[in-house]
């Protein structure tokens, strides 16, 4: 589904507008983040025509809102797979197994970190420095929702989940 520049779905300008209403008025930048996510929630990630639909809702220059969609690691401006896994590697995460996750999820799809499975059902971030779940090390996330305590036989069957 792409999006025509100028144009929002309703559920998407009701999510700006509840974001937009938080801020002072003229501060309708601040909702740039929240906006993108929405955006990116619905669309699966940021084509170039869906960032200028949201400038020009929010009343910004394209630019801004470019910026942000680029400084972000959580932005996708290409296509994806359509289930976002993305497996921490910090300390926390690296003295509990936290490598031997990712090479486990490496392997299970046949991916490296920053590619989309070719069927297009997953999509493996590039390897995040903190997921901030380090009690629970080792960790994923997998689309927002945090895996904690993992093996290779959990992250199975976390995957095998998905639709």
């Known amino acids: 589904m792409s999006i025509e520049a100028g144009s929002l779905s309703a559920h998407v300008r009701e999510e700006i507008d509840r974001w937009k209403a938080r801020f002072p008025e003229g501060r309708q930048r601040s909702a740039v983040i929240a906006a993108l996510h929405a955006v990116q929630h619905e669309q699966g990630h940021l084509s170039p025509d869906a960032m200028d639909a949201v400038a020009k809702y929010l009343e910004l220059p394209s630019i801004q809102v470019f910026e942000v969609a680029a400084f972000y ?6 296509p994806v797979g359509r289930h976002s896994v993305s497996v921490c590697t910090n300390i926390s995460c690296m003295l509990c197994g936290g490598d031997e996750i990712l090479e486990h999820v490496k392997t299970k799809l046949g991916v490296e970190p920053g590619q989309s499975t070719a069927d297009g059902k997953y999509f493996l971030k590039e390897e995040f420095e903190c997921l901030a779940a380090c009690t629970g090390a080792p960790m994923m996330m997998v689309d ?7 093996t290779p036989e959990r992250v199975d069957e976390i995957l095998a989940e998905l639709d």
């Open 73 to 78: 690691s959580m932005f996708e401006t290409k």
């Open 144 to 150: 927002h929702v945090y895996y904690e305590n993992l």
